[in-house]
């Protein structure tokens, strides 16, 4: 019987979740496309065709982003309806748990889990590349907040240095502005160069702008030396977020120290909390199943809806939460990746503990 009733739930949980997931990727493609198609046409040069090649590549990301939040709804829907028509009371009544039906849709739970997976480590790496190479990565972003999103921000030593990040990606040193600093982490000047050439000293900058705090004084010259330490040939993946970097690239850079430009725990962050997503479509089913169970007897489809998405909001702030303050080294890299997952899981024990008395 529960080879039938598994089947049934699977497919009922896997059309809606579909449904869910359909109608979500197709408004936030829409809006991007309503914000960005003309930048895309000016970057083309009126190439329609580069429109629609931009859609699809973006679709990827808008799958991986929307999953989650699609299980957690198609979830809602499946055992708000299978409550609706007295079918989980029926199950119920025959004396199949909540444990019963956490087993009998761990399958579907686990093949979710895999197409998250692999989105976030091929498709999107993969997408974001292309649209790297077409030029369209940064589309649509105007004026300052544009300049800041496409920088890439880097450390040597205690100077800090901003790269535009369309230079990093192509491993070159253009339009550069180096934060010189002391010992104690105080401004003490900033260099400004249109170009940058490695000598054994250091590097070269060309037609430079130095600005220095005390005194307060502004020269030009037309090449300086900067004696800090940047790995050229690893812009392109230091220039990279999480979404654009793969497993293995992350490996590399964590084995190699960031080549001393990012802190390895970033990429450890990363790393961990690509797998800890891959745990979010069956813990949030899980949560749903329990939450059905405990409010068996109010038979309220939209209490149950509300609840749902109560604790499902909940847990994606916590999750972006936990996983900024690991980029910021604020939490090692595990907890960072794991912490919602986690007291997910706990509040899933609980209530189950709790009904089965």
Same mark, same amino acid.
């Given at each position: ?10 497919r ?14 197709a ?5 991007e ?12 040069d009126?190439?329609a ?36 028509? %007295?079918? $989980?009371?029926?199950?119920? /009544? =025959? ?8 087993? &009998?849709? #761990? ?27 077409r030029g ?5 972003r105007?004026?300052?907040v ?71 004084k ?14 050229? %040939?690893? $812009?392109?993946?230091?220039? /990279? =977020? ?8 992350? &490996?590399? #850079? ?16 990363w ?7 891959t ?13 059905a169970?405990r ?55 609980a ?7």
């Amino acid at each position: 019987m529960m080879t039938i009733l598994a089947r049934y739930m699977s497919r009922k949980l896997f059309a809606h979740t579909l449904l869910v997931l359909a109608s979500l990727v197709a408004l936030s493609l829409t809006f991007e496309l309503m914000e960005r198609t003309d930048n895309v046409l000016a970057l083309s040069d009126g190439n329609a065709f580069a429109v629609v090649a931009y859609a699809v590549l973006r679709t990827p990301e808008f799958i991986a982003k929307q999953l989650p939040m699609s299980v957690l709804v198609g979830a809602l829907i499946t055992f708000g309806m299978l409550r609706r028509y %007295d079918e $989980l009371i029926a199950m119920w /009544g =025959s004396g199949v748990s909540a444990l019963d039906m956490m087993k &009998a849709l #761990l399958p579907i739970a686990l093949v979710l889990g895999a197409i998250q997976f692999g989105l976030d480590d091929f498709a999107v790496p993969q997408s974001e590349a292309f649209l790297r190479d077409r030029g369209l990565g940064e589309v649509g972003r105007k004026d300052l907040v544009a300049k800041e999103l496409s920088a890439t921000w880097l450390r040597s030593g205690q100077d800090v240095v901003r790269i535009p990040k369309a230079a990093a990606q192509h491993g070159e040193l253009q339009d550069i502005i180096v934060f010189r600093r002391d010992a104690s982490g105080s401004l003490i000047e900033r260099l400004d160069a249109t170009n940058a050439t490695p000598v054994p000293e250091g590097w070269m900058l060309q037609d430079v702008t130095s600005r220095t705090v005390t005194p307060s004084k502004l020269t030009t010259h037309k090449t300086l030396l900067w004696q800090g330490h940047i790995d050229i %040939d690893q $812009l392109p993946l230091l220039a /990279g =977020s999480q979404q654009e970097l793969s497993l293995r690239e992350m &490996a590399f #850079l964590i084995d190699n120290d960031g080549f001393g430009q990012r802190p390895a725990d970033l990429y450890r962050t990363w790393r961990q909390h690509r797998f800890a997503s891959t745990m979010v479509p069956m813990l949030v089913i899980c949560l749903v199943i329990t939450l059905a169970q405990r409010f068996h007897r109010t038979g309220d489809f939209g209490y149950l809806m509300l609840t749902g998405m109560g604790y499902g909001f909940a847990f994606f702030v916590v999750d972006g939460a936990s996983l900024a303050m690991g980029e910021a080294a604020l939490l090692p890299p595990w907890f960072a990746a794991w912490c919602a997952e986690f007291v997910l899981s706990c509040l899933i024990a609980a209530f189950i503990l709790k009904a089965e008395g």
